[in-house]
């Protein structure tokens, strides 16, 4: 079986996580995953630690991230191509400019207009948030398969058409089998593919009470004081491909491996590139730099 882990929090999810990129690329590694997409929250922080892991190891990286909209909606961002790591390069550095230091805001209409060759994985949350048809949040208790988030799975349709896909995540919480069912139904009419999209905050669950740790410390609690902060289980964890087959239908496991031959960008492709419109046609960075020295050196010194 091949398979690609596809949200993954590393230690840059500030106070998120309990591992680092490289503990879960190796630990991907170990589990003979064809993948692994670090998805931090509105940041590409660990990406090239990550990246050097991958490098060493032999395995695919997929560089992505986790937005939470402001209408409540959770989805997570990957750049298949170098363009899609700018779009999303320049989308992060939005959402983060507009809200104070350590949050961030960011809306549809920013997906609409900004991410034009990104691919975008929702992550429906039944019952938790209600998504309307404008991009402000509104909290509340309203069954999460009404009339808005219909409304919603069709813009974001409209909007990716082949780029879009449902994420299905499952942690052995209860009801899963009643929502998976009700994310069929979401899914279904716009023939938007589901794919298995295990959360994961963790390389290892020993790492789960230092994890509790770092949840408690986020809320600023104790750990016995989180309630239903904390996670109820230890499964947000890299799990074994006999794991993943006893969670996820064959067709949602293999639609990770669509997602990964989609992605084709490697950090490797970044190099610093002088802007040329600074540069005249007859001459080329370094003669250019030298003539300024020279003509800003006779200036000061006569």
């Known amino acids: ?55 060493t190891l032999g395995i695919q990286l997929l560089v992505g991230s986790q937005i939470r909209l402001s209408n409540g909606a959770l989805l997570i961002v990957l750049a298949p191509n170098k363009t899609a790591y700018s779009e999303l390069s320049w989308f992060i550095t939005l959402a983060r400019r507009r809200a104070p230091k350590g949050e961030y805001q960011a809306h549809f209409d920013d997906l609409r207009f900004r ?14 948030y209600h998504i309307t048809e404008d991009t402000r949040s509104i909290p509340f208790t309203d069954d999460f398969s009404g009339t808005f988030t219909k409304t919603f799975a069709k813009q974001l349709h409209q909007t990716f058409k082949q780029r879009l896909w449902v994420g299905i995540n499952h942690q052995w919480h209860g009801h899963e089998q009643q929502n998976f069912a009700r994310w069929q139904g979401l899914a279904q009419p716009y023939s938007i593919p589901l794919v298995a999209c295990n959360h994961i905050a963790m390389h290892d669950k020993q790492h789960k009470t ?63 590139q002088y802007p040329q419109e600074l540069v005249p046609k007859d001459t080329n960075p370094t003669a250019y730099l030298t003539q300024l020295v020279q003509t800003g050196a006779a200036k000061r010194w006569p």
């Not at 230690?11 to 680092?20: E, G, T």
């Not at 809320?219 to 230890?234: E, P």
């Not at 074994?240 to 087959?245: H, I």
């Open 1 to 55: 079986m091949t398979f690609t882990q596809l949200h993954s929090l590393s230690h840059y999810s500030f106070l998120k996580s309990a591992s680092s990129p490289e503990e879960l690329v190796a630990q991907a590694y170990e589990l003979h995953y064809q993948a692994i997409a670090i998805t931090d929250e509105c940041s590409l922080a660990g990406i090239v630690k990550a990246h050097m892991c991958a490098k």
């Open 115 to 128: 991410l034009k060759h990104c691919l975008i994985i929702w992550l429906v949350q039944f019952g938790e």
């Open 210 to 272: 230092l994890h509790d740790t770092l949840t408690a410390i986020h809320h600023n609690t104790t750990v016995m004081n989180l309630g239903q902060k904390i996670d109820s289980n230890a499964e947000a964890y890299l799990k074994s491909p006999e794991q993943l087959k006893a969670l996820y239908p064959e067709e949602l496991l293999h639609q990770t491996e669509v997602i990964s031959q989609l992605c084709h960008f490697s950090m490797d492709e970044l190099l610093y």
